[in-house]
């Protein structure tokens, strides 16, 4: 299993061995770091963000003499080169958005949902989007990689902006109001359960 994860919101980002040359990956990509291996990760542009998730801790940083290889290799995925589905094709959200031609979007990232354990993807939903993401698990994290929302939980008030790098969370069932601004959104979702859109 990869230890470490990256999901670019800003900026252009590369990681791998220290002697590859530099494949820069713009927002919405995403890699993963195997552990014990010697890497780099560099970046380049300005108001650099990225989304960084650690399987186990801790991270140390540790001197090259104590590297290490496992089975696993990087995986650096430009966004361009991210498989995405259509809803109608994945049978865990609604197949289409009410009054949108245009219809969500997942890209499978990691893991496996069939085994009721940790997996990682990507949705898109489009401008203008309004509903609910509701989700079944025991733990569900949503990250904001590209576009903004405008994002309610039954326990707040009011709603709240989130922009990229912002991020809403659940334990146990949740109903996460969303309404899309005038940008597509995409979400990077970690979660050991499902989720449906209503």
């Not at 590297?67 to 959200?93: C, G, K, Y």
Request: aromatic share 10%; proline share 5%; no cysteine.
């Amino acid at each position: 299993m990869y230890p470490i994860r990256g999901v670019v919101i800003n900026g252009l980002f590369h990681n791998d061995d220290p002697e590859a040359e530099n494949e820069w990956m713009p927002a919405g990509s995403f890699w993963t770091q195997p552990k014990g291996q010697v890497h780099i990760t560099s970046a380049k542009g300005e108001n650099l963000l990225a989304y960084i998730e650690i399987e186990e801790g801790p991270y140390l940083v540790k001197p090259t003499e104590e590297a290490f290889h496992t089975d696993e290799v990087p995986l650096n995925m430009d966004q361009s080169n991210i498989v995405w589905l259509n809803a109608a094709d994945i049978r865990w959200i609604s197949k289409s958005v009410a009054g949108s031609q245009t219809q969500a979007k997942v890209a499978m990232l990691w893991g496996d949902k069939n085994e009721q354990q940790f997996y990682g993807s990507m949705l898109k939903l489009p401008a203008g989007f309004a509903g609910k993401l509701v989700s079944h698990a025991g733990s569900f994290k949503a990250v904001v990689i590209k576009g903004d929302l405008q994002y309610q939980f039954p326990k707040l008030e009011q709603a709240v902006k989130l922009t990229p790098g912002s991020y809403f969370a659940s334990s146990d069932n949740g109903d996460h109001q969303l309404s899309v601004g005038e940008r597509e959104l995409v979400l990077y979702i970690r979660t050991n359960g499902e989720f449906e859109l209503k």
